[in-house]
């Protein structure tokens, strides 16, 4: 009897129209049991403070980016199923991501979803797999997508006829890569054997 009346309460909640400008959802709170049949207590909330709610979780979301997977990223708004294959491929090509601000180098991230979920997103920069550069041959070295073929040629004949690279300002001092290149590479870079 006591499901019958809250069924009739529920319905007729429904079909008479109230206010539009603040639509009514219904979120269940708490589930009752008493005499072998189950109570749903419930409140209502506006579609504002419903929004609200909303944006108060994903406040609260972070997802670590070098060791997420493509699903976890779903989570993230504006994300989907396409960038979030992406963003999983460019860190895989990358090898990690050093700054979340690599994020903006995904193809198809726009700008706006940049901005919404750069908060949302921590980087562990000790996920990264670095290339030693003192043993790397050239397709290991072209892997990471911030080198040009000639820099890679320079570098290696550097190496072979100097010998072990003992730090990125070698390789700056000499000319082989530029300022901004160093910047971008150097924290996919292992010096040592």
Same mark, same amino acid.
């Given at each position: 009897?006591?499901?019958?009346?809250? %069924?009739?309460?529920?319905?007729?909640r429904f079909l008479i129209p109230g206010n539009k400008a603040?639509?009514?959802?219904?979120?269940?709170?708490?589930?009752?049991?008493?005499?072998?049949?189950?109570?749903?207590?419930?409140?209502?909330?506006?579609?504002?403070?419903?929004?609200?709610?909303?944006?108060?979780?994903?406040?609260? /979301?972070? &997802?670590?980016?070098?060791?997420?997977?493509?699903?976890?990223?779903?989570?993230?708004?504006?994300?989907?199923?396409?960038? *979030? %294959?992406?963003?999983?491929?460019?860190?895989?090509?990358?090898?990690?991501?050093?700054?979340?601000?690599? /994020?903006?180098?995904?193809?198809?991230?726009?700008?706006?979803?940049?901005?919404? &979920?750069?908060?949302?997103?921590?980087?562990?920069?000790?996920?990264?797999?670095?290339?030693?550069?003192? *043993?790397?041959?050239?397709?290991?070295?072209?892997?990471?997508?911030?080198?040009?073929?000639?820099?890679?040629?320079?570098?290696?004949?550097?190496?072979?006829?100097?010998?072990?690279?003992?730090?990125?300002?070698?390789? /700056?001092?000499?000319?082989?890569? *530029?300022?901004?290149?160093?910047?971008?590479?150097?924290?996919?870079?292992?010096?040592?054997?």
């Amino acid at each position: 009897m006591l499901i019958i009346i809250i %069924a009739i309460v529920v319905c007729v909640r429904f079909l008479i129209p109230g206010n539009k400008a603040s639509a009514k959802y219904i979120t269940i709170e708490k589930e009752l049991i008493s005499n072998d049949s189950v109570l749903y207590v419930s409140t209502e909330t506006t579609a504002t403070s419903a929004a609200q709610n909303r944006t108060a979780a994903t406040r609260f /979301l972070m &997802i670590e980016i070098n060791s997420c997977d493509s699903t976890e990223l779903l989570r993230l708004p504006g994300i989907g199923q396409v960038l *979030s %294959a992406r963003i999983v491929r460019y860190r895989n090509l990358l090898g990690g991501y050093a700054s979340k601000d690599q /994020l903006q180098e995904v193809y198809g991230l726009r700008p706006e979803t940049f901005n919404t &979920i750069k908060d949302m997103v921590t980087v562990d920069t000790a996920l990264i797999d670095k290339i030693n550069i003192n *043993s790397a041959d050239f397709r290991r070295i072209a892997r990471l997508p911030y080198f040009e073929r000639q820099e890679i040629n320079d570098l290696l004949i550097y190496r072979n006829a100097n010998g072990q690279i003992r730090s990125i300002n070698e390789l /700056l001092e000499n000319n082989i890569l *530029s300022d901004d290149k160093v910047a971008k590479i150097k924290p996919y870079l292992n010096f040592n054997d």
